[in-house]
């Protein structure tokens, strides 16, 4: 049945799809609330998206049971005979209970005429971004960009290259352009798959690792996100214990009521202030907050100018540092710049497999690309230029070794006193303090929720995936985690691991093997025959591939944390992200070479510019399956001239 047909047809939705119904005493087995009395009782009429490239399966395929029962009202209910059946076991077993009617209440919005399995991958969140959320133009990711770079780590990232890798300056300068440009190559090349298909990172994991596979992918960078999330408002707590102090000196006297915490009252205090302050910033969905990041993008910047002129003012130059030479030379130096490369790559690991949350909301894929290619190297190099300036400045001002971190210079200068420091300091911890805002809602709010939402699509969507972040991140005691610095780079260091290994097969994936075509429908469905379900939901050519970049570096990892380890291994380690990203790419593209996978192109093939409206309900003519026989032995989805010939129908 052609859409046309679907749609100017006077047949009712039940003899369109098939529907039976039944009586109270009669109740469906596959209800797909736990309790079903929230579920709205009209259904849309089904619409499909414009990717309708290949053909049509046999119409058992496409067959829906549906029942309908009542409880409250009269809800109609979805199974695929398709589907698995233990998500409508499940639900039967437990939906008359009380917990099941309370728990129902929590559930989010979501399309009507879903099955079980299907509210499991949906929601408002996790669909397509449709034209009317598509805001962000070129100058919103400049925004974006300027504003993240513009915060204490990246201030401080040319630091550990001077002090710990005998670099100078300049060198660790080179190493920080150098670093961030790599990133932003990544960043680009996982942004542009959300760019075209207006879809995040835990549905774009979906075509490599499996619809249920993708879960473990997800659930990784939700957990990064909700540990950074509460290192950043640690952060962000001393801007404002600063902002405090600058007004009322005696704030720093207060008594200390929780010892043998790792903390004082103040500092508790101070972050706790900064996390309850952010709190009001997750609310807001994300194609709003573009503001705040434009916002940022003006402030900040102001503000760690000023900090540069007032310190280079206060040192009457530039300070010994830029005239420092390097300590290292031979192998050490050309290791040290190694390492500080891979430093600022690692420091983009979570950022590089989340960029599709944020270029889904592209107008177009082009807004995604050059935008955030030159912007992302530029802010980073000018925000660790100024760190080293004002460090450097700093051994001139007080006499001592250079102070890195601009929280403790600023209180130097506090505790000079004076009406004018205490100004200047107040000014210029408030806008960090808006910078670690910034920060932290776009590398990791957004981004744990976008991942809890793809984790319990049913009763999480962002807003509330945002605020368990949130809670995670206090409940974490952050200033445990960063009581040793050493430990706190070696679990950075092993995370970045496991995310260059997703980024790996996703990449390869996307535009080796599949050559950027993805039926995005296919990727809400689960059905067996759907061409990303695999084996029981779950893609065992890049779980194999993942797990071989996790391999190629965890021997180097024992050595990092102090075990005695053989040199190349450690010389691997060094080189942990490319080394995981190469190897996982690698070993993904062979086993696919073997080992053909469906739904991919002979040729160059993006479909994902005239995505508007999809829906994912099951629907008698979804238009969005493969040749018989593709799916099971694993054949290439289509040629070019089968596409262009379905594509002009």
Same mark, same amino acid.
């Given at each position: 049945?052609?859409?046309?047909?679907?749609?100017?047809? %006077?047949?009712?939705?039940?003899?369109?799809?098939?529907?039976?119904?039944?009586?109270? +005493?009669?109740?469906?087995?596959?209800?797909?609330?736990? +309790? %079903?009395?929230?579920?709205?009782?009209?259904?849309?009429?089904?619409?499909?998206?414009?990717?309708?490239?290949?053909?049509?399966?046999?119409?058992?395929?496409?067959?829906?049971?549906?029942?309908?029962?009542?409880?409250?009202?009269?809800?109609?209910?979805?199974?695929?005979?398709?589907?698995?059946?233990?998500?409508?076991?499940?639900?039967?077993?437990?939906?008359?209970?009380?917990?099941?009617?309370?728990?129902?209440?929590?559930?989010?919005?979501?399309?009507?005429?879903?099955?079980?399995?299907?509210?499991?991958?949906?929601?408002?969140? !996790?669909?397509?971004?449709?034209?009317?959320?598509?805001?962000?133009?070129?100058?919103?990711?400049?925004?974006?960009?300027?504003?993240?770079?513009?915060?204490?780590?990246?201030?401080?990232?040319?630091?550990?290259?001077?002090?710990?890798?005998?670099?100078?300056?300049?060198?660790?300068?080179?190493?920080?352009?150098?670093?961030?440009?790599?990133?932003?190559?990544?960043?680009?090349?996982?942004?542009?798959?959300?760019?075209?298909?207006?879809?995040?990172?835990?549905?774009?994991?979906?075509?490599?690792?499996?619809?249920?596979?993708? !879960?473990?992918?997800?659930?990784?960078?939700?957990?990064?996100?909700?540990?950074?999330?509460?290192?950043?408002?640690?952060?962000?707590?001393?801007?404002?214990?600063?902002?405090?102090?600058?007004?009322?000196?005696?704030?720093?006297?207060?008594?200390?009521?929780?010892?043998?915490?790792?903390?004082?009252?103040?500092?508790?205090?101070?972050?706790?202030?900064?996390? +309850?302050?952010?709190?009001?910033?997750?609310?807001?969905?994300?194609?709003?907050?573009?503001?705040?990041?434009?916002?940022?993008?003006?402030?900040?910047?102001?503000?760690?100018?000023?900090?540069?002129?007032?310190?280079?003012?206060?040192?009457?130059?530039?300070?010994?540092?830029?005239?420092?030479?390097?300590? +290292?030379?031979?192998?050490?130096?050309?290791?040290?710049?190694?390492?500080?490369?891979? %430093?600022?790559?690692?420091?983009?690991?979570?950022?590089?497999?989340?960029?599709?949350?944020?270029?889904?909301?592209?107008?177009?894929?082009?807004?995604?690309?050059?935008?955030?290619?030159?912007?992302?190297?530029?802010?980073?190099?000018?925000?660790?230029?100024?760190?080293?300036?004002?460090?450097?400045?700093?051994?001139?001002?007080?006499?001592?070794?250079?102070?890195?971190?601009?929280?403790?210079?600023?209180?130097?200068?506090?505790?000079?006193?004076?009406?004018?420091?205490?100004?200047?300091?107040?000014?210029?911890?408030?806008?960090?303090?808006?910078?670690?805002?910034?920060?932290?809602?776009?590398?990791?709010?957004?981004?744990?929720?976008?991942?809890?939402?793809?984790?319990?699509?049913?009763? !999480?969507?962002?807003?509330?995936?945002?605020?368990?972040?949130?809670?995670?991140?206090?409940?974490?005691?952050?200033?445990?985690?960063?009581?040793?610095?050493?430990?706190?780079?070696?679990?950075?260091?092993?995370?970045?691991?496991?995310?260059?290994?997703?980024?790996?097969?996703?990449?390869?994936?996307?535009?080796?093997?599949?050559?950027?075509?993805?039926?995005?429908?296919?990727?809400?469905?689960?059905?067996?025959?759907?061409?990303?379900?695999?084996?029981?939901?779950?893609?065992?050519?890049?779980?194999?591939?993942?797990?071989?970049?996790?391999?190629?570096?965890?021997?180097?990892?024992?050595?990092?944390?102090?075990?005695?380890?053989?040199?190349?291994?450690?010389?691997?380690?060094?080189?942990?992200?490319?080394?995981?990203?190469?190897?996982?790419?690698?070993?993904?593209?062979?086993?696919?070479?073997?080992?053909?996978?469906?739904?991919?192109?002979?040729?160059?093939?993006?479909?994902?510019?005239?995505?508007?409206?999809?829906?994912?309900?099951?629907?008698?003519?979804?238009?969005?399956?493969?040749?018989?026989?593709?799916?099971?032995?694993?054949?290439?989805?289509?040629?070019?001239?089968?596409?262009?010939?379905? !594509?002009?129908?």
């Amino acid at each position: 049945m052609s859409p046309r047909e679907l749609g100017g047809t %006077s047949k009712s939705i039940a003899d369109k799809f098939d529907i039976t119904t039944t009586g109270p +005493a009669q109740e469906s087995e596959t209800a797909p609330l736990l +309790a %079903s009395s929230s579920r709205p009782s009209n259904l849309h009429s089904p619409r499909r998206h414009s990717t309708n490239t290949l053909k049509r399966a046999p119409a058992s395929r496409q067959f829906i049971d549906a029942q309908r029962t009542t409880h409250s009202h009269d809800v109609l209910h979805f199974h695929s005979s398709d589907e698995p059946t233990y998500f409508d076991f499940i639900m039967e077993k437990v939906k008359n209970t009380k917990l099941a009617y309370y728990v129902d209440k929590l559930a989010v919005e979501s399309e009507p005429g879903l099955t079980n399995a299907q509210l499991m991958l949906n929601n408002h969140d !996790l669909k397509p971004v449709e034209p009317a959320r598509r805001l962000w133009g070129p100058w919103n990711f400049v925004g974006f960009w300027v504003a993240d770079s513009f915060n204490i780590n990246t201030w401080m990232i040319s630091s550990s290259m001077i002090v710990s890798s005998g670099l100078s300056w300049w060198q660790s300068w080179i190493c920080v352009w150098l670093g961030y440009s790599i990133a932003a190559c990544f960043i680009v090349m996982t942004g542009r798959i959300g760019a075209t298909y207006h879809i995040s990172f835990p549905v774009v994991a979906r075509s490599s690792f499996g619809i249920w596979g993708a !879960l473990w992918p997800v659930f990784n960078r939700a957990a990064m996100a909700c540990i950074w999330y509460g290192v950043q408002a640690w952060i962000g707590g001393n801007c404002v214990k600063l902002m405090i102090s600058s007004i009322w000196p005696s704030f720093e006297k207060i008594p200390n009521g929780i010892p043998n915490s790792g903390t004082t009252t103040m500092d508790f205090v101070a972050f706790f202030l900064f996390w +309850a302050g952010s709190l009001p910033a997750i609310w807001f969905p994300v194609h709003q907050i573009r503001h705040l990041f434009t916002a940022k993008a003006i402030v900040v910047p102001t503000a760690g100018l000023a900090f540069f002129i007032w310190a280079i003012v206060r040192a009457h130059g530039l300070g010994p540092i830029v005239h420092q030479p390097a300590e +290292a030379s031979g192998s050490k130096l050309g290791w040290g710049m190694v390492m500080g490369i891979m %430093s600022s790559i690692a420091n983009f690991a979570t950022l590089i497999v989340n960029d599709p949350d944020f270029a889904r909301f592209a107008k177009k894929p082009k807004d995604a690309f050059w935008s955030q290619l030159f912007t992302i190297p530029l802010g980073f190099a000018i925000t660790s230029f100024i760190g080293i300036i004002v460090s450097s400045s700093s051994t001139v001002i007080f006499k001592g070794d250079p102070i890195w971190n601009p929280l403790e210079l600023l209180q130097s200068f506090l505790n000079e006193g004076g009406s004018k420091n205490r100004a200047g300091v107040f000014f210029i911890a408030s806008a960090f303090c808006l910078a670690q805002l910034g920060t932290n809602i776009a590398a990791n709010s957004v981004s744990a929720g976008t991942d809890m939402t793809a984790l319990l699509p049913r009763y !999480l969507n962002i807003r509330r995936g945002g605020y368990v972040c949130a809670l995670v991140g206090l409940v974490m005691c952050p200033w445990n985690l960063l009581s040793s610095a050493n430990n706190f780079t070696t679990y950075l260091s092993a995370y970045s691991v496991f995310l260059s290994s997703i980024a790996g097969v996703i990449i390869c994936d996307y535009y080796i093997v599949r050559k950027g075509y993805l039926e995005v429908k296919e990727l809400y469905s689960a059905r067996a025959n759907s061409p990303y379900y695999f084996t029981f939901g779950f893609h065992w050519r890049g779980y194999t591939a993942y797990i071989c970049g996790i391999l190629i570096n965890i021997v180097g990892f024992v050595g990092a944390i102090g075990k005695p380890v053989p040199m190349g291994a450690t010389y691997i380690y060094r080189l942990n992200f490319f080394c995981g990203f190469i190897v996982a790419s690698g070993s993904y593209w062979a086993l696919c070479k073997f080992f053909p996978v469906p739904a991919t192109s002979d040729v160059w093939m993006e479909v994902g510019e005239d995505i508007t409206e999809v829906s994912m309900a099951y629907d008698n003519d979804s238009g969005e399956v493969y040749r018989e026989g593709s799916r099971d032995s694993g054949a290439k989805g289509f040629s070019a001239g089968e596409a262009k010939m379905d !594509l002009e129908r």
